[in-house]
């Protein structure tokens, strides 16, 4: 299996795993506890706090360990609006944003706050006046993902923040796809809150982080599980010292020589790009230019002439890619950013998305090259 879909999942890193091993088997003491075994774990979780806070540009106050981007978001959005001492009841939001932006968003519209999804142009992006123009008085928050999971569209999020700012708000962002594919600093974004999910940078699955305030503005959230109290009183449950351990190793690994990572994973998606385009006559190309820094690293969707992208994934079977993002390959609709992006529904349904990730090879890039135009030429073939 050549493994290409790393916008849905990375393996952990066996330094991730190594990292984190000690902390399910020989020092497996509650950090809540006081005892030594105890205070043992709550110095690794803090030490991992500060790991990731110096990785990420924020203090390690502003950080909220949850279960993943989804639970983070939720906190961020539903944390914002239902304080208690929220009287705001407008939230904006953009039209490509993941499921876990957008179900909150809207589930939060049936509880009576007004919800403005704004467009996207072609490749992506909002347009910033149109946003200037939607906040007012009674703009609660702001969310405009970081980068996109299916067409990689990086927002100018620092400017995005002005704006909110400027005109009194304050903006959540879903920054689940950028470690490892971006330089990020939070602070320097000035970014409110921001969402992350361990097991999209080489981390375990079931663990997240919400950054919540970057130092520069307060927030106020109204915690979404309760119980204990722990993380003062923000994300009750007991803290899971291995997971956070092991997502400090994951977010460190991600942060550290970013920009030649980044490059790397260019090359090998270019790579394919190109071989692909040798080899298959009729290819679109979604989202912004490969050499525009507006794209997120190593990300491709494009939509093939004459077959289904379901149909060419099967008849590929050593191939893991995708049609779009792994939440809505539950659904058989097609992806709601590239209907967002102004395709028809049947150039959705012709689309594919190809994550490269850090241990693909340019020998692996080949034999998919290969495997990929038998595979269209075969499907095509039998129409
Ligand atoms: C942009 C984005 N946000 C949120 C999520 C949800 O992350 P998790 O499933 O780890 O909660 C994903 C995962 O696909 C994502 O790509």
Known sequence: MIYLDHHSTTPCDPLVVQAMLPWLTESFGNPHSSHAAGREAAEAINRSLDTIATCLGVPASSLVITSGATE???????????????????????????????????????????????????????????LADSID????????????????TVAPIKAIAKICHDQGTILHS??????????????????????????????????????????????????????????????SGTMAPASIVAMATAVSGATTDVSDQAGRLNQLRDSLWFGLLDQIDGLTLHGPALDSADRLAGN????????????????????????????????????????????????????????????????????????????????????
Not at 137 to 151: G, H, K
Not at 301 to 313: D, K, Q, R, T
Request: charge should be neutral; hydrophobic fraction near 40%.
């Open 300 to 383: 491709l969707n494009f939509s093939v002439p004459l077959i289904e992208g379901e149909a060419w994934m099967a008849a590929t079977p050593e191939v893991a890619f995708s049609t779009g993002s792994a939440c809505s390959d539950v659904s058989d609709k097609p992806s709601h950013v590239l209907s967002a992006i102004g395709l028809s529904e049947s150039a959705a349904r012709q689309s594919v998305r190809f994550g490269i990730g850090r241990t693909n090879t340019p020998d692996e890039i080949q034999r998919a090259i290969e495997l990929l135009a038998k595979s269209h030429a075969r499907v095509s073939a039998a129409r």
């Open 174 to 235: 879903d920054a689940t796809q950028t470690l490892g594919r971006m330089p990020i600093n939070v602070q320097d974004s000035d970014v409110d809150l921001v969402s992350f999910s361990a097991h999209k940078c080489y981390g375990p699955k079931g663990t997240g982080i919400l950054v919540a305030g970057n130092g520069n503005r307060r927030v106020r959230l109204r915690p979404q599980i309760v119980g204990g109290g722990q993380q003062n009183q923000l994300r």
């Open 137 to 152: 008085d009674d703009t609660a928050i702001v969310s405009i993902m970081w980068a996109n999971n299916e067409i990689g």
């Open 72 to 130: 983070a978001n939720n906190l961020a959005i539903r944390g914002t609006c239902l304080h208690p001492r929220q009287k705001r009841r407008h939230i904006i939001t953009a039209a490509t944003e993941h499921p876990a932006v957008l179900d909150v968003v809207s589930d939060l519209g049936k509880q009576g706050f007004r919800i403005s999804v704004l467009p996207v142009d072609s490749l992506g992006h909002i347009d910033l006046n149109q």
